[in-house]
């Protein structure tokens, strides 16, 4: 079953809206959390590294304040695009870190569409 | 700088035969893990294979099978007696040492690969 939940897979809204979506680690615990943006028929792009407890590390070129996330808990880690416009319509996917030699389970995705 | 290319944008099998995936990468670090995941039109990530920098033994996966070639740089995907559901967009990734056990993955361009009936 799956080991990484995100919600929702799928969001309709106006341009300005702010949109929030979530991942959950279901049986483990993750302290790092990897926040993924894909275009069609392109590779997945990472955005940030969410830290469990501190400061989110955004890659270069994403912006902090548009792409807010937190982590508040070893389960949950939350991207919220702020006053989304529809250059931020996009394939959002998160995944979640677990020990050395395994692979990251991944979410199974959100599709953003801003109108 | 950590990279990985996949030159295949598209590759088409027939179905039941083989095939194979390239991926090549670049690094540094002595240390590293390379992956493939699989990604269906659906768009979840399904993880297939992982491949060890130490590990002297190419891995497997039941139909998957990882050919692993250090000193090229090379970390090929072989698919074996491929089937219709094997269509999908396959991506090879790295992940970086370091970052204590969860260090990120860097990803290749993917490869399309479309298996004909």
């Known amino acids: 079953g799956a080991v990484v939940s995100q919600h929702p897979s799928r969001v309709i809204c106006k341009s300005g809206t702010s949109v929030k979506i979530e991942c959950r680690s279901l049986?483990?615990?993750?302290?790092?959390m990897f926040w993924y943006r894909q275009f069609p028929k392109q590779s997945l792009m990472l955005m940030a590294t969410?830290?469990?407890?501190?400061?989110?590390?955004?890659e270069q070129g994403v912006e902090k304040d548009k792409f807010l996330i937190n982590h508040a808990s070893l389960t949950l880690s939350t991207l919220t695009v702020t006053s989304a416009h529809p250059e931020d319509s996009s394939f959002y996917i998160c995944?979640?870190?677990?020990?050395?030699?395994?692979?990251?389970?991944f979410g199974d995705g959100t599709r953003l569409s801003i109108l | 700088a950590q990279k990985i290319t996949q030159t295949q944008p598209g590759m088409f099998v027939q179905e039941k035969e083989a095939v194979t995936l390239d991926c090549t990468y670049d690094?540094?670090?002595?240390?590293?893990?390379l992956f493939w995941y699989k990604q269906p039109s659906s768009g979840e990530m399904i993880f297939l294979i992982y491949?060890?920098?130490?590990?002297?033994q190419n891995a497997t996966e039941g139909r998957y099978s990882l050919n692993f070639q250090k000193a090229r740089k090379s970390a090929n995907l072989v698919i074996s007696a491929s089937q219709l559901g094997d269509s999908a967009m396959y991506f090879c990734a790295m992940r970086e040492q370091g970052s204590g056990n969860t260090g990120k993955l860097i990803f290749g361009q993917g490869t399309t690969l479309q298996v004909k009936p």
């Open positions: 491949q060890g920098s130490y590990d002297e």
């Open positions: 690094t540094s670090d002595q240390s590293y893990g």
């Open positions: 995944s979640a870190g677990n020990p050395a030699n395994q692979p990251q389970h």
């Open positions: 049986d483990f615990q993750a302290t790092t």
């Open positions: 969410s830290n469990e407890g501190s400061k989110a590390t955004y």
